[in-house]
């Protein structure tokens, strides 16, 4: 089952900084896709950190499934959140059949079950089980490495995605593929996911609805139609490419 997100009046001061996060309140709702966009250091990682509570909000609430995440146990929480970041961090020593294994044997699954996951995991973001689930991430190029980097966190068939720019660091052909892809995984598991990118095209592309973000404020929320019919000021416009 999907769960839905909610923000509300959550802000972050660092120590020694001005808020990295301002005020910021919205819903995700169950299964459908976010996007949070704007420009490098407007608070979007932030954000994103805040739902796994790898940062701490200085002041607001969030909400995972109705619950507070505060309410919940950091490995409940975590285990509900499945996370992509943009260098996939896969572990060089495993293969990649142990790179996706990893939660779910922490969470205890018999072998059978981990390699048959596993599998239909790997035909899921395209990489033939049989050619890759024995390789080693260094024999990957970084398109196939972020394609394991989506199965590991679907592994344990989290409700929740978190994505931090997953196709930032790959060349615009493969990123145009993995889009593409993402789209139809997501068609068929109908996921929460909140996608981070300063890269309003592909807010465009993959997302229901788009939180615009600067300075940590939120300035626009829509859906893509919304957005593009309407930027809410000249800074949204500018990074939709285009005059008003
Ligand atoms: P974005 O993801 O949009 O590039 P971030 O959320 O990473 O932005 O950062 C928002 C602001 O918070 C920036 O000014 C950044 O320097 C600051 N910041 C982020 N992480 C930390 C940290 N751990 N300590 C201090 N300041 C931080």
Not at 67 to 92: A, C, D, K, N
Not at 97 to 106: C, D, H, K, T, W
Not at 220 to 233: F, H, S, Y
Request: charged share 25%; hydrophobic share 45%.
């Amino acid at each position: 089952m999907a769960q839905a997100i909610e923000f509300r009046h959550v802000s972050k001061r660092f120590d020694h900084g001005g808020l990295a996060v301002d005020d910021l309140s919205f819903r995700v709702e169950a299964g459908s896709t976010m996007a949070l966009v704007g420009p490098s250091g407007c608070g979007k990682t932030t954000s994103l950190k805040m739902i796994n509570r790898l940062v701490e909000p200085t002041s607001g609430e969030i909400s995972v499934g109705g619950r507070s995440i505060t309410s919940m146990g950091l490995l409940e929480l975590r285990r509900s959140l499945g996370y992509v970041i943009q260098y996939v961090g896969l572990f060089p020593h495993m293969t990649v059949a142990e790179n996706i294994g990893v939660v779910p044997q922490l969470l205890g699954w018999p072998k059978a079950k981990i390699a048959a996951r596993t599998d239909e995991l790997l035909d899921l973001v395209g990489l033939a089980p049989k050619d890759y689930r024995g390789r080693r991430p260094r024999a990957l190029s970084g398109g196939q490495q972020q394609r394991v980097g989506v199965a590991r966190a679907l592994a344990a068939d989290p409700p929740v995605l978190l994505m931090d720019e997953p196709f930032g660091a790959l060349d615009p052909i493969t990123r145009d593929r993995l889009q593409d892809e993402l789209i139809q995984i997501q068609r068929k598991l109908r996921k929460t996911i909140v996608i981070v990118t300063h890269d309003m095209d592909e807010a465009v592309r993959l997302a229901d609805r788009i939180a615009v973000l600067r300075a940590g404020k939120l300035i626009q929320l829509g859906t893509p139609a919304e957005v593009l019919a309407k930027p809410a000021d000249d800074f949204v416009a500018d990074l939709l490419g285009r005059d008003r």
